[in-house]
Structure formats: structure tokens, C-alpha cells
């Protein structure tokens, strides 16, 4: 036991050590000669404003991220209402449409001479703070729905039931019981989002908010570049205090209740209202918008007898490395989850935990640019494997385990957030009562543990499935060398100015993302 316990903190100091990894190529970077025409340095009296913006954003789209996913959550888990489940799998959809394409679409729509921009009769580009707080939050509000929901699906009902018959009104049974059992994982998904929006490298570039990674996109040099990465990095600090200002000393529950299926409430009134609106915005934007759009430009593709690029290839490319990148940053996230949530001193879970979001806290253009200088350094000092291009380094590089890597570097700390919450509420009382009639802890952790984690399992997997699939930066960088996925295809052909590949790409995106999620929802229920 003692030796496991052991391994398991090896592995996950290993883990969370993964973020020397670009840091290292960042500073091999560095060390490189200027070339022959050296920009002045970067001003900080440039970058504190920038950083006040980036906080600014991060905190406004985080909250609202939390009022609109939190709604969305508690409907698709506690209530009844005609189109539940269809409303419930649209409103998840905008995670697998990437940032800046909704940017993109939204801005060409508001545009003076854009269908919307026409209707509402608009005078100037959509573009700044507003616009970019508007998309982010469409883009980010899945997260916290996918968690919130996860999270309630796991309470045990019988005090809530109790409650119920007391006489105990929704709003004081919600404050009482649900809201201390809620707080951690609130506490993480305003985490994941501020830490999405602080890292967000498209939107905020297409819609020209000046912000930390708007600075970064016009950097006029490797050394300007690492300067402002330092900085974004340096935002995720205040956010890590407020983290564990909100999440409190969570601990695993130990309820007398053994958890079953909770009875759905009809909507009425206000409720159905606020639940209906939320899902208008979720939908109307991040779905019906985009895929509007992008089934337009397919179809004035297919009128005008336009070829279509072969999307074979990255249609099964992003389906082999998304699931590949999903499951080894899952299985890496779970050992620092599990030691923090149930084997970790406090001061030795802050410190774990903290490493762990560290290491994600690396914006994906700054990550996959130190990774990539990171290679060439290895290169440098070792061609022997690097100068024939056969074996070693290259070898690696052509199986695509450095872009798995980046995705496991990327989106750890996402992993975490989503696994820790449905580790801190597993009922130990449970696994207490197995442990005494003589079941291994093995045979307890396949009877007991892994059903009931599986809710929190499913969440994780889908998240960190619809991140990978429309990551760009990592993606662009670091896939092997003649092959493409369905996000690199996206990009590419918005640089050709090729809006019908450009749609076609996005709606595959759209319908593996669908695929996955209803597969998902088929294997948590008969798991």
C-alpha cells in the first residue's frame, strides 16, 4: 500500500513537471541570435494594461459562463420539459465549434452589410470587449453545464427528499444543500473558463479585443513573444487564489444516502422562462448561427459545381489523435485528482493542485512554440537520431507522440477540474462497508468506486474530447508532418478563402462532436 502510494505521487510530480517542458524550448529560443534586423523591445508599460483587460475578460465571461451554464445544468438534471434531451446536447455543441470560427461568423454577421447587421440596423464592425465577452461566453458556458450537470447527478436524493417533505422551500434547499456540495465544483469551472478565455488565441484576434493574446497574435519577435507569455502566465496566479477561496477545504462526502435516480420537476412560470432563454442564447449562437452559416457556404459551393477538398484523411485524423490526446490526459489528470481529493495533506494537495494547473496555464500557441524549439534543441544536441531522420526523435515525431504530449500539457488542468469534483463526492462509507465483508480493494474500486465515478468520467472524456478536436495552435505545429485534422483543415482553408471547405470541415467537426456525444451518453447509461 505504502509503495503505491508512493508510485502514485512519482507519477504525478512527474506529471505536473511536464510544463518545464516549454518553458525549456522557450528559453532555447531565447538563447538564439537575433537575425539581422532586431525589434526594440517590448514596453511594459504596454503589457499592465493588457493584463488589467485580460482579467477583466476572464472574470466578466466567468461569470456569466457560471449564471448561463449553471441554469442549463440544473434543467438538464432536475427537470422535466418538453425537448430536454435535444435542447441539452445542442446547447453542449458550441465546445466543439472553434472560437475564433464562431468569432469569425458572428463578426461577418453584425457587419453593417451582414444579414444581422442589416436587420438591426448596425454602424459599425462588431468588434472589441463586448463582442468578444459575447462569443467566449457562448463558447465557455459547456463547460460549466457539462460539470454542474454531472456533479448534481451524483447527490444522494434522499435528503433533498427530506428536505422536500419538511417543507423546505427550493430556493432555502438550494442554498442549504445543494450550493456547499456545489461549491467545488463551481470553484473549477470558473477556473476552466478563466483559464480558457486568459489562453484564447482566436477570438480575441479576430474581433481586435486588446487583450494579452491580441498583443501576443502581432508580436514582432520570438522575445516579445515569451515576454507576454510570462505575463499571461502570471494572470493564472490571482485566479488560483480565488480558486481556493471559493473551493474551501472539500473533502470526499460521507452521506448516509446511497445515490439513485432523482425525480424531475416540471417547469413552470419564470423557470421555464429563464431555461428557455438560456437555452435561446446557447443555441441561437453557438449553434444555429454557425451551422446557418456554414451550411450556406457548402451549399453555394455545391450550386456552383465547386471540388471540394478530400476530407477522408483528416476526418480520421482527428479521430484517432482526439481520442488518443482525450484518454492519456484523462489517465494523467487522474493521479493528481485522486491524490489531492482523497490521499494529499492540505498543504501538499495545494501545492499538487496548483502545479497542475500551472502546467495547462500555457497558452497552445506558446506551448506548441516551445515544444517545437524544444525538438529543434534536441535535434541540435543529438544527431545522431535527428540527422537521417530514421529512429529516435523523428520516429516519435511521425507517430505523433509529441502532439499527444502538447494535448496532455494543454488540457491537464481541464482533465483535473472535471475529475476532482466526482472524486470528492464519492461516498466512502460505501467502500468502508465492501472493505469489511472481506472485498479486495480492487474488486471494491470495479463494484463500488467505478460506477459511481463514471457520471464524472463520461464529463471529463467529452470535454477534453471536444477541446483536442478544435485545438489549432498545438494542432498547426505539431501534427505530423503531410497530415491534417478536421480544425487544421478549418484554418486552412480560411487562409485559401475557401468558405465552402471551410464549412464542409466545420459541420464534419460538428458531426463527430455529436457522434461522440451521443456514444458517450449510450455507455454511461447501460455502464
Not at 457548402?298 to 484518454?327: C, H, K, Q
Not at 516551445?370 to 541540435?380: D, E, P, T
Request: net charge positive; hydrophobic share 55%; aromatic share 8%.
Amino acid at each position: 500500500m505504502k509503495g503505491l502510494k508512493i508510485a502514485r505521487w512519482v507519477g504525478a510530480v512527474g506529471i505536473v513537471s511536464l510544463v518545464a517542458l516549454p518553458i525549456v524550448g522557450m528559453i532555447f529560443a531565447h538563447a538564439q541570435p537575433p537575425g539581422l534586423v532586431t525589434p526594440p523591445p517590448l514596453e511594459w508599460g504596454r503589457v499592465w494594461p493588457l493584463v488589467l483587460r485580460t482579467l477583466l475578460l476572464a472574470f466578466g465571461v466567468a461569470a456569466a459562463s457560471l449564471l448561463l451554464g449553471t441554469v442549463l445544468g440544473f434543467a438538464q438534471a432536475r427537470m422535466a420539459y418538453r425537448g430536454r434531451r435535444v435542447l441539452g446536447v445542442l446547447s453542449i455543441l458550441p465546445l466543439a465549434i472553434p472560437s475564433y470560427l464562431i468569432a469569425a461568423i458572428v463578426r461577418e454577421s453584425m457587419a453593417p452589410n451582414g444579414p444581422l447587421g442589416s436587420l438591426l440596423a448596425t454602424e459599425s464592425v462588431f468588434t472589441g470587449m463586448g463582442p468578444a465577452a459575447l462569443v467566449l461566453t457562448v463558447a465557455c458556458t459547456p463547460y460549466v453545464q457539462v460539470l454542474v450537470a454531472s456533479a448534481l447527478t451524483r447527490f444522494p436524493a434522499a435528503e433533498e427528499e427530506a428536505a422536500r417533505a419538511l417543507g423546505a422551500p427550493p430556493l432555502r434547499r438550494f442554498r442549504s444543500l445543494l450550493l456547499p456540495r456545489l461549491r467545488p465544483t463551481f470553484s473549477f469551472a470558473l477556473l476552466l473558463v478563466s483559464l480558457y478565455v486568459i489562453s484564447d488565441f482566436g477570438a480575441v484576434a479576430v474581433l481586435d479585443c486588446p487583450v494579452l493574446t491580441w498583443e501576443l497574435y502581432q508580436a514582432r519577435g520570438a522575445r516579445d513573444a515569451i515576454v507576454l507569455g510570462f505575463a499571461i502566465m502570471a494572470c493564472v496566479i490571482p485566479l488560483l487564489a480565488l480558486l481556493r477561496l471559493l473551493a474551501g477545504s472539500a473533502r470526499p462526502e460521507r452521506s448516509l444516502g446511497a445515490p439513485r435516480m432523482h425525480s424531475r420537476t416540471p417547469l413552470r412560470g419564470t423557470g421555464r422562462f429563464a431555461v428557455l432563454l438560456a437555452h435561446a442564447i446557447q443555441i441561437g449562437v453557438g449553434v444555429l448561427l454557425p451551422v446557418t452559416v456554414l451550411c450556406g457556404w457548402v451549399f453555394r459551393g455545391w450550386m456552383n459545381d465547386v471540388s471540394f477538398a478530400p476530407l477522408e484523411g483528416p476526418v480520421l485524423n482527428t479521430a484517432l489523435y482526439t481520442i488518443l490526446g482525450a484518454s492519456c490526459t484523462l489517465a494523467c489528470a487522474a493521479i493528481p485528482a485522486w491524490l489531492v481529493a482523497r490521499d494529499a495533506s492540505r498543504r501538499a494537495g495545494n501545492v499538487l493542485e496548483q502545479a497542475t494547473y500551472l502546467t495547462s496555464a500555457v497558452p497552445g500557441i506558446l506551448l506548441a512554440f516551445g515544444v517545437l524549439h524544444l525538438l529543434l534543441g534536441l535535434q541540435r544536441h543529438a544527431p545522431w537520431t535527428l540527422a537521417t531522420g530514421e529512429g529516435g526523435w523523428a520516429t516519435l515525431e511521425g507517430m505523433g507522440v509529441f502532439l499527444i504530449l502538447a494535448y496532455v500539457m494543454r488540457f491537464l488542468g481541464e482533465g483535473y477540474a472535471a475529475l476532482k469534483p466526482a472524486i470528492l463526492g464519492l461516498d466512502l462509507r460505501q467502500e468502508e462497508s465492501a472493505r469489511s465483508l472481506g472485498a479486495s480493494r480492487w474488486r471494491t474500486f470495479r463494484r463500488v468506486t467505478w460506477p459511481a465515478l463514471i457520471p464524472g468520467v463520461t464529463a471529463a472524456f467529452l470535454l477534453l474530447f471536444l477541446s483536442i478536436a478544435k485545438e489549432l495552435p498545438v494542432t498547426l505545429m505539431l501534427t505530423p508532418l503531410g497530415e491534417q485534422t478536421l480544425a487544421y483543415r478549418v484554418f486552412d482553408a480560411q487562409q485559401e478563402a475557401s468558405l465552402m471547405d471551410v464549412g464542409l470541415a466545420g459541420l464534419l467537426l460538428l458531426c463527430l462532436a455529436v457522434g461522440m456525444q451521443l456514444i458517450l451518453m449510450r455507455w454511461r447509461r447501460h455502464a
